[in-house]
Nanobody, 125 residues
Framework: QVQLVESGGALVQAGGSLRLSCAASGRTFSSYAMGWFRQAPGKEREFVAAINWYGSTTYYAASVKGRFTISRDNAKNTVYLQMNSLKPEDTAVYYC??????????????????WGQGTQVTVSS
């Protein structure tokens, strides 16, 4: 069992930066791939980024590639999402997820083992 708690969401101006954190409980955190998703009002949840259990492989949505960076610290049971050059269209609730199989983030994003409750990111123009 893995419990996930996101933090770091805030109101920020366009062009600014934020770093989201997702703290995981459980001693098996390092065995899970982790991912970030987001859901804007009136839209479906969409994939943002994923990282494998070791942190050696990452995968990004085209809309955030080059602006966002996913990373993890297994000693702290935490995954991060560094968001730079934020745009108003990045406004959404951001969720982290955990999956025992990293390839699920590539072949079937959205169907994962565990989810957090989300943190709000608002980017003003």
């Amino acid at each position: 069992q893995v419990q996930l708690v996101e933090s770091g969401g805030a109101l920020v101006q366009a062009g600014g930066s934020l770093r989201l954190s997702c703290a995981a409980s459980g001693r098996t955190f390092s065995s899970y791939a982790m991912g970030w998703f987001r859901q804007a009002p009136g839209k479906e949840r969409e994939f943002v980024a994923a990282i494998n259990w070791y942190g050696s492989t990452t995968y990004y949505a085209a809309s955030v590639k080059g602006r966002f960076t996913i990373s993890r610290d297994n000693a702290k049971n935490t995954v991060y999402l560094q968001m730079n050059s934020l745009k108003p269209e990045d406004t959404a609730v951001y969720y982290c997820s955990a999956d025992s199989d990293y390839t699920d983030y590539v072949v079937r994003p959205g169907r994962h083992d565990y989810w957090g409750q989300g943190t709000q990111v608002t980017v003003s123009s």
